[in-house]
């Protein structure tokens, strides 16, 4: 089929990438100039494991392409996503200013030439699909009167579950496919569309290598139904972090161990092992605005969701455990040198929206402290977007520890995990480490040296290491 991607961020770029690769005719269509010369020249404009690699491969099947004009492949296509932003205004609700272009501009090119299907694949409140609709139909008669009538399309939702860091996993091998649709000829599109997907009828890439053979299970809703499963997913993942944050919370009070505790609730099938992880909270793009616009929705219709709210709370004040716990150990901050191990809000991302890392480190700085920081992938991006943020960037986890007084693991790299603590801790002024991801095993830790805080672990004993392991819960979004 042929099929226009509408915006070349995660989503747009991941999901035109896949379809490509599944044999569809796909182009990516953005305004952002720089964005497609990138893209032309086979550059990921965002960090995301085996994307350069996937868009090689898509060149070699279904065909992948980049353009900044939008009209000739709207008129070429089969099947035209809108995977714009959908940022959040100051009141909580979504700016639907870019998907209302996109749909504006989709009308304005489409003619009467064949059936076409619009497809809401940004993360969008409630109605949005009819908005679409309205807009697209609005577009071809402003633009194209005089055959206005004979021009056919459908507005579907297709909400993406990608998560930074294995998005093209996650695209490949969805737990489900989400097609929200009103009349049958639009679902019947979109079936055809995702075949190769739904049957796994498709060879996996090296670097992508398929977990199973089980077909993908898709739910065939109304417009409004779809629009509400991808808010409800987010936020109900979003509770369930918060939750184990509350647990560990009160672990540490009364001397159980979070991880203990999250994998004995968590070998409950009704519960389920993954997002149980303590920590000191979610960040990223979308839970924190997803959760945002969900509440706009439910006030705009006279509800206080209250669990909703608790969640944002919830989260808000994990991220003070950090100052709380190096006060504990250091007492006074003024004049320390804190390392700070990460700056991305997750592993295998560069993506610095909402890091809880920023967050703290201005905190820190506020109170007088000199940050250090090193992160894998992301101190460019930190640098470029954060140009007034007072950080020393270190070229590795060895160097911002050098004459320390503290280190605090705020994202879980693996190539922390790997660390030799005892080399690390020699290196420091005082061997302090607040790991604020429970990445390593407290003994491990006092026994190389260290004077150890996790997250909801019990300071007085050594916990045997729990014998199921559980769901990293940063990994969402």
């Not at 991941?14 to 305004?31: E, I, K, N, Q, S």
């Not at 030799?420 to 003994?443: H, K, T, Y």
Request: net charge negative; glycine share 10%; proline share 5%.
């Amino acid at each position: 089929m042929r099929v226009t991607v509408i915006g070349t961020g995660y989503v747009g770029t991941v999901t035109g990438a896949c379809l490509a690769y599944l044999g569809h005719r796909v182009t990516c269509v953005d305004t952002d100039r720089a964005k497609i010369e990138k893209l032309r020249l086979g550059e990921a404009p965002i960090y995301e494991p085996g994307l350069e690699e996937l868009i090689t491969l898509a060149n070699g099947r279904g065909g992948i392409d980049f353009q900044t004009e939008l009209a000739q492949p709207v008129r070429d296509s089969d099947v035209i996503f809108i995977a714009v932003g959908t940022p959040p205004l100051p009141s909580g609700e979504s700016n639907l200013a870019y998907l209302e272009a996109a749909a504006r501009g989709i009308g304005a090119a489409m003619d009467g030439s064949r059936f076409r299907v619009v497809v809401n694949k940004s993360t969008v409140p409630v109605g949005s699909g009819n908005l679409v609709g309205a807009l697209v139909r609005e577009g071809i008669f402003e633009n194209h009167p005089e055959v206005a009538d004979s021009v056919q399309f459908g507005v579907a939702s297709n909400p993406e579950f990608l998560r930074e860091g294995s998005a093209i996993h996650d695209s490949l091998y969805p737990d489900r496919i989400v097609l929200g649709a009103e009349d049958d000829t639009t679902a019947q599109v979109l079936h055809r569309l995702y075949q190769p997907l739904m049957e796994q009828e498709f060879v996996d890439p090296s670097f992508a290598p398929r977990p199973s053979a089980r077909k993908v299970p898709v739910v065939t809703t109304t417009l409004t139904s779809a629009e509400m499963i991808k808010y409800s997913a987010n936020a109900f993942l979003a509770m369930k972090i918060g939750f184990s944050n509350e647990i560990s919370n009160i672990c540490e009070r009364v001397g159980a161990d979070v991880t203990e505790v999250m994998t004995g609730i968590g070998l409950d099938a009704r519960i389920g092992t993954g997002f149980l992880n303590a920590g000191i909270g979610w960040g990223g793009s979308c839970f924190g605005k997803d959760i945002n616009s969900l509440l706009h929705t439910a006030g705009e219709y006279g509800y206080q969701a209250r669990l909703l709210e608790a969640s944002l709370e919830v989260n808000r004040l994990q991220r003070q455990i950090v100052i709380q716990k190096l006060q504990e150990k250091l007492f006074i901050l003024k004049g320390r040198t804190i390392a700070l191990l990460g700056l991305a809000f997750k592993p295998n991302t560069d993506d610095l929206r909402d890091a809880p890392s920023l967050q703290i480190a201005e905190k820190l700085i506020h109170m007088g402290a000199r940050v250090r920081a090193y992160d894998p992938i992301a101190m460019d991006a930190c640098r470029e977007q954060n140009p007034g943020l007072r950080i020393c960037y270190c070229n590795d986890a060895l160097s911002a520890a050098e004459h320390a007084d503290a280190l605090v693991v705020v994202t879980e790299w693996p190539e922390f995990a790997a660390l030799n603590l005892a080399d690390v801790a020699g290196r420091m002024n005082s061997p302090v480490l607040i790991d604020g991801r429970n990445l390593f095993q407290p003994e491990h830790a006092r026994l190389a040296g260290f004077e150890y805080a996790g997250i909801g672990r019990c300071a007085t004993r050594s916990a045997p290491r729990p014998t199921a392991v559980l769901s990293d819960a940063a990994a969402a979004d």
